[in-house]
């Protein structure tokens, strides 16, 4: 009920500039916690009751000392001036007459690659039932919660808005009990949603975190004066520990990861009372291991962790016989998933940012890892990066942004074009969403100068920048991506019934194509006169990516891509793309076990940003532009790919290869999609079932002479009847069920 009622309201929308934010009257220092109190009356049925809240920067909120909502907020904002409002439903605390809610406040108040700080620590608050409205207004009562502090030893870098979390609890209260005496705590201050700077609220578009529970640690370790726990796998979490103290030990809290990307992230200290007593810091963290530097004389009485994180299910999967493939593939389903929360984030160490380069190879992934609730973030991550355009009609990521503005154009592109929002528009069907950015996109597409021998005209933004490694022929790149970007585009138009746009769109593509072709290709690959290193594998992959490559020039370029490995895990995807698009998808899967061996062996549970994860001791391990294999063996190797939006029609093409059995769930907006694939030398055997709003299109290789077909017999005489887009294959639709269909 919770997801379906912020759904309704995103969509509706809802501006509420007339109500008041309050906030403590003490000055409010970056990483500041505030607590917040009222007790109301509830006139009418508790279960109608609806809390509109949001904040600078996080909440916590109980109801009758019933935590309500854990971690609430996003991070600012929704376009560079307005703010996120969380809608909470279904209050089950809640009760007719005298109530009590409390609500603590995490101040970031400082900007960072994800979050711009509005310099008001506070809250709005609307409760409406019935008819009945009670706001936030001056008989709130507020103080600044005295326990916490910020750590001062190291601070995280620049990147990120949220700082280390220090707690005494010789200060601690039990501030969130319905009966607590807050009789000393301070009046508030108010003000409007415009002299906040919050302006419009903008209601949340995600679902709340989902809370996995207090979970004990797979294995727990003691080194000297430290206590590791071991976690099963990489995760955001918040560390728990429970123990026995004198007053003012001071416990330090941090992961393996802490330092991951080279640079601080963040940790917690916990300054002990007396007697028994436990912790858990509210600030998520991520790693492999929980370390926990004890003092002397404190007693460990235990340790555990809550695991949190963006709220959808693991409900894709992918099972082959090569037990590589399969690991491979699930390395990169956690690598999406600890890569989302408030946005999609490049990763959740150094940076937790919307770098649209990485967000484009996750949104893609999303469809065939994670049940259709990741595609709200998609949406979220297309509607802010299209309305923080700038004046000039440029973008930039990442976006919300703080302390950053600068533009990267080939991610720009990629974000806008065919495999970044098209991709999210063929796998949702969502056409709202398109229309809704459809006009800042076109401003983006056409601000791009074309020459008369219709190419684009190069532009290397604030940051010149095509992809980590060596020989990135940067200016061939740009002229690629913006076919990409047209490609995209072109559809949109269409779509949207904007046919002038489309023929525009076609026609600069055609240009484009002519004299990339004609000015670029040497006989062996495609240069630029001006690029003084050696040639690109990336270049000739984005050929082909951008249908730029005539056909017959694919044998050419296979014997290429097969020599030359000088991508980042972030391009490696378009490489792999380009390699099954021209038909050698064999090579494709030697060249993915050959490129990730390191990474698969790896006992990290993540993906790395660079092959070598040690390099310059700057990579991070859990980098989410590196999960384009998961992508591969879904939509090219198991053949699972959509046809019509929303999967409502979708191919089922398998390129077995050297792999004998494939097992896929893809989890699409109409219900999941089955498919076990089983061949020998003589026979092949595939196991179906299409949801009941779906077609599959299923391709029988030509190569066998019969197919029974849920126990019928089709002989190759019955199937050549069934039309092809491919000389090598039949097609049969398959409607809403499960199918059987055997061929020898």
Same mark, same amino acid.
């Given at each position: ?458 532009? &290397?933004?604030?940051?010149? %920048?095509?992809? @980590?490694?060596? #020989?990135?022929? =940067?200016?061939?790149?740009? /002229?690629?991506?913006? +076919? ?118 790896? &006992?990290?549970?993540?993906? %790395?940003?660079? @092959?070598?994860? #040690?390099?310059? =001791?700057?990579?991070?391990? /859990?980098?989410?532009? +590196? ?118």
């Amino acid at each position: 009920m919770r997801n379906i009622l912020f759904l309704l309201l995103f969509v509706f929308g809802f501006s509420n500039l007339s109500a008041k934010v309050i906030y403590n009257m003490e000055k409010a220092e970056p990483g500041s916690w505030f607590c917040f109190r009222k007790d109301i009356n509830i006139d009418g049925d508790p279960s109608k009751a609806v809390i509109r809240l949001a904040a600078d920067s996080k909440y916590w909120l109980w109801v009758n000392g019933e935590l309500v909502v854990y971690e609430g907020g996003l991070k600012r904002g929704p376009n560079p001036k307005d703010t996120y409002c969380d809608v909470i439903s279904d209050i089950k605390p809640l009760k007719k007459g005298k109530n009590n809610v409390t609500i603590l406040l995490w101040y970031f108040g400082k900007e960072g690659f994800s979050h711009r700080s509005s310099d008001i620590a506070g809250i709005d608050f609307t409760l409406t039932c019935g008819k009945q409205k009670i706001d936030s207004d001056e008989s709130w009562k507020s103080i600044k919660h005295p326990s916490f502090f910020v750590p001062t030893k190291e601070s995280p870098n620049f990147r990120l808005a949220e700082s280390n979390i220090g707690y005494d609890a010789n200060k601690g209260m039990k501030f969130f009990a319905s009966d607590y005496d807050d009789s000393n705590w301070d009046g508030v201050k108010t003000t409007d949603l415009v002299s906040a700077n919050w302006n419009n609220l903008v209601d949340r578009p995600i679902p709340f975190w989902k809370d996995y529970g207090l979970n004990d640690y797979t294995r727990v370790e003691k080194k000297g004066n430290q206590v590791i726990g071991h976690l099963p796998y990489n995760c955001q979490l918040t560390p728990y520990i429970k123990l026995k103290a004198k007053a003012g030990k001071e416990i330090e809290i941090k992961t393996d990861n802490y330092n991951g990307g080279g640079t601080p992230n963040v940790y917690s200290v916990y300054i002990t009372k007396d007697g028994e007593q436990e912790f858990e810091t509210p600030g998520w963290m991520n790693g492999h291991e929980v370390i926990y530097n004890i003092p002397d004389d404190v007693e460990v009485i235990g340790v555990k962790y809550r695991e949190t994180g963006y709220n959808c299910d693991f409900t894709g999967n992918f099972v082959s016989d090569d037990k590589a493939l399969n690991t491979l593939w699930l390395k990169s389903q956690r690598t999406l998933y600890i890569t989302m929360r408030d946005n999609y984030m490049d990763c959740p160490d150094r940076e937790r940012a919307q770098w649209w380069g990485d967000a484009v190879n996750e949104l893609g992934e999303a469809f065939y890892a994670l049940d259709p609730n990741a595609h709200l973030l998609t949406r979220k991550a297309i509607h802010e990066l299209m309305d923080w355009q700038r004046a000039d009609s440029t973008i930039f990521s990442p976006i919300p942004a703080g302390n950053w503005d600068q533009e990267l154009p080939m991610q720009m592109m990629a974000s806008v074009g065919y495999y970044g929002f098209w991709t999210y528009y063929l796998g949702t069907g969502d056409k709202k969403t398109i229309e809704d950015v459809y006009d800042n996109v076109t401003k983006y597409v056409k601000m791009w100068k074309i020459k008369p021998d219709g190419l684009v005209t190069y532009r &290397p933004g604030a940051w010149d %920048w095509g992809d @980590w490694g060596e #020989n990135a022929d =940067m200016k061939l790149l740009c /002229n690629l991506w913006y +076919s990409v970007t047209l490609k995209g585009y072109r559809e949109m138009a269409l779509l949207l019934g904007k046919k002038d746009d489309a023929n525009w769109a076609l026609k600069t593509d055609e240009a484009l194509t002519k004299a990339f072709n004609e000015q670029f290709w040497n006989g062996k690959y495609y240069i630029h006169p001006e690029h003084n290193g050696l040639p690109d594998d990336r270049t000739q992959a984005m050929a082909v990516v951008a249908r730029v490559v005539p056909k017959e020039n694919y044998p050419i370029i296979r014997k290429f891509i097969s020599g030359t490995q000088f991508a980042s895990p972030y391009m490696e995807k378009y490489v792999l793309q380009a390699l099954c698009d021209m038909g050698y998808y064999q090579d494709a899967l030697d060249r993915m076990r050959d490129r990730y061996k390191y990474m698969i062996e790896s &006992p990290i549970t993540t993906l %790395w940003e660079g @092959w070598d994860r #040690n390099q310059n =001791m700057g990579w991070t391990y /859990n980098h989410a532009w +590196s999960g384009g294999p998961l992508t591969i063996l879904s939509q090219y190797i198991a053949g699972i790919e959509t046809v019509k939006p929303g999967f409502k029609e979708f191919k089922i093409k398998p390129q077995m290869c050297d792999l004998n059995s494939i097992r896929i769930v893809v989890p699409s907006v109409n219900g999941n999609i089955e498919a076990s694939l089983k061949k020998t030398d003589k026979s092949i055997n595939y196991e179906v079932m299409v949801p009941q709003k779906s077609e599959a299109l299923l391709y029988l290789p030509k190569s066998l002479s019969s197919y029974q077909v849920n126990g019928k017999s089709y002989s190759s005489k019955k199937l050549s009847k069934f039309n092809s887009d491919d000389s090598d294959f039949y097609v049969i639709k398959l409607k809403g069920g499960v199918w059987s269909v055997n061929g020898k």
